[in-house]
């Protein structure tokens, strides 16, 4: 486990996101000065909480400023960027206003950030690229990073290339420390209630394989992704330890994936998205549950 210190200040795209706004939250109080990013609902920036700045994440030009303090009333010297800006999913717009939104976006910030001698990047990749919705059973479960990405939408696509990107762009530069976060569904508090009724259907929630992940604990991946300092790009899938079901996991396998190898032994609840490498990597220690907001009888 390589880690330093967190970076003084750091750039959050997608900050008026569910997981954005854990993440500008929970670095915030760890000492951390954020610049929030996003264009969300053309909203005034005088009306959110701290700083924050409205940004155009396709026009390279607005990303660059805002990385290097360009913009009137805010400070230059950025140390390090949490990009998790994007359209969040596939199905909300078209495939191509999906991908020339996506890519456009993450390129700038990544171009960017190296213009402006940045050297510490993060960003939200996704679970999608491990084959979700998996109608083509994963190749073996817990599924985790060690085989290809097997993008299934043009969605999932953009968040692959996104990764290879990352791989190039630390090739060109061997200082650059890039983290990809495979996160799993978002999920706040009051997104639980919904949770046990899951347990009628296993099919329901196949698609991810029974995971999600509390925005809380998304951001501390994130944390834990600033603090990492290994030169290079690498990537780590992110969810809660458990899953969403009260079934056991090895019973859900069972039923819905039973031509599927099952590689470990599993516990009742474990998540089926492996977070080995991103506890031992990065030292991600998932705190939250839904079991402890919602009654499971």
């Not at 817990?142 to 696509?157: F, G, M, W």
């Not at 079934?247 to 492996?274: C, D, F, N, Q, W």
Request: charged share 25%.
């Amino acid at each position: 486990m390589s880690i330093s210190a967190l970076p003084r200040r750091v750039v959050v795209t997608g900050a008026s996101g569910k997981l954005g706004r854990a993440v500008v939250a929970h670095l915030r109080a760890a000492g951390v000065d954020v610049l929030a990013v996003d264009r969300a609902g053309g909203r005034d920036p005088r009306d959110v909480d701290g700083e924050f700045l409205l940004v155009d994440l396709t026009d390279y030009g607005q990303v660059v400023e805002a990385f290097t303090g360009g913009a009137d009333e805010h400070a230059g010297g950025v140390d390090a960027v949490v990009h998790l800006a994007a359209v969040p999913a596939p199905g909300l717009m078209s495939n191509a206003t999906t991908f020339a939104n996506n890519s456009a976006t993450t390129y700038n910030v990544f171009a960017a950030a190296r213009a402006a001698g940045i050297k510490r990047v993060v960003w939200a990749s996704s679970e999608t690229v491990l084959g979700l919705p998996f109608d083509t059973p994963p190749p073996y479960a817990p599924v985790d990073e060690e085989y290809a990405p097997r993008p299934e939408s043009t969605y999932s696509l953009n968040k692959a290339l996104e990764e290879e990107m990352a791989r190039h762009f630390c090739r060109w530069d061997p200082e650059l420390v890039m983290v990809g976060l495979r996160f799993s569904n978002v999920m706040d508090v009051e997104d639980y209630a919904p949770f046990p009724s899951f347990d009628a259907d296993p099919q329901l929630r196949r698609w991810n394989l029974w995971g999600y992940i509390d925005a809380r604990d998304g951001a501390q991946a994130v944390e834990r992704a600033l603090a990492h300092d290994q030169p290079g790009a690498d990537v780590f899938v992110i969810a809660n330890a458990d899953t969403v079901m009260t079934r056991s996991s090895a019973s859900l396998m069972a039923e819905v994936y039973p031509g599927v190898e099952i590689r470990k032994e599993l516990g009742e609840h474990e998540t089926l998205l492996s977070i080995e490498k991103a506890r031992r990597v990065l030292g991600y220690d998932p705190r939250h549950s839904w079991r402890d907001h919602v009654d499971v009888l």
